[in-house]
């Protein structure tokens, strides 16, 4: 197998910012991914994306996204190099300047592709779960009685105790990217417990036309989360999808029960140590696999 190593004919990476939006655009449709519009904005505007600029003038060569938790927690997403560029160094030039940029001892997480894994586990990352994409016509089935709690809509006034309960079970601040959810998502839904305030969230949001994400998903216990996934997908006309830890019981079968077939695999991966945060058993689903 062909190593890659980086052609110095290309110019040096380059902080993107959201007048790159189309360029970002581009790039994913030539690898034969989703343009995913809104999720490039909301990336651009709440993330650092790095890219290398195409020799040839046709755009960009390649991009990665650098998302900051905390000073020592941060995730990888979106990494993409051009189809024309392919095993010339690009995407290992990438992902060194984002480590350096991450900073000495952080914590950098992310969701690989079979495609992009013998990359990272050169670059020293290590597998820490599965996830699978659950992908169909939500079939919706009946909510048991008798439990705490209701299930809404949220409106602007929930923002402040989504982000605490959020920050609770995360074990970091995601409220610069969550911040942005209400312009994002299509909808937000909240599981609001009259004894205990706002106890989980979800939302809902268009990566494509026909498709809608569920995430995050975060939830006291199975049972809210699945009132909280099924809320939001009753208002859905397109397919939901929803990634999950498939060896975590629970969640997965009810999801395969209500018509979301598993549909592809990625393992999430670190480089650095893994440190205990937050309440991680509340987290049943990512913001986006750009987003780990």
């Known amino acids: 197998m062909p190593t890659e190593s980086r052609d ?5 990476v380059r902080l993107l910012s959201p007048a790159d939006l189309d360029l970002c655009v581009a790039l994913s449709i030539d690898r034969g991914w989703l343009p995913e519009k809104a999720k490039w904005s909301l990336l651009l505007a709440g993330s650092q994306t790095f890219g290398i600029d195409a020799p040839d003038g046709r755009g960009l060569a390649g991009a990665v996204v650098l998302t900051r938790w905390a000073a020592d927690y941060a995730s990888v997403g979106m990494m993409l190099v051009a189809s024309r560029y392919q095993r010339r160094g690009l995407g290992k030039a990438l992902m060194e300047h984002l480590l350096a940029a ?17 990359l990272y586990e050169k670059l020293g990352f290590k597998p820490v779960r599965r996830n699978v994409s659950f992908v169909g016509k939500f079939k919706p089935g009946r909510v048991p009685a008798a439990l705490p709690g209701t ?6 006034a929930d923002l402040p105790a989504i982000l605490e309960a959020d920050r609770a079970a995360f074990g970091a601040d995601r409220g610069h990217i969550l911040g942005r959810l209400p312009g994002f998502a299509d909808r937000i839904a909240i599981l609001d417990d009259p004894a205990h305030g706002i106890t989980g969230y979800a939302a809902a949001w268009r990566n494509h036309v026909t498709s809608t994400v569920i995430g995050p ?13 099924a809320h939001l997908a009753a208002g859905v006309t397109t397919t939901v999808r929803l990634d999950l830890d498939p060896d975590r019981e629970g969640l997965p079968g009810w999801a395969n029960a209500h018509g979301l077939e598993p549909a592809a695999s990625t393992l999430v991966m670190a480089h650095g140590e893994i440190v205990p945060r937050g309440t991680p058993e509340r987290l049943f689903a990512p913001i986006s696999v750009a987003l780990a």
């Open 8 to 12: 110095d004919a290309f110019p040096p």
């Open 151 to 156: 299930v809404r809509t949220a409106t602007a």
């Open 217 to 229: 998903l975060v939830a006291a216990d199975q049972e809210a989360a699945k009132r909280l996934v």
């Open 102 to 118: 991450a900073g000495a001892g952080a914590t950098v997480t992310l969701f690989a592709t079979d495609m992009g894994r013998p």
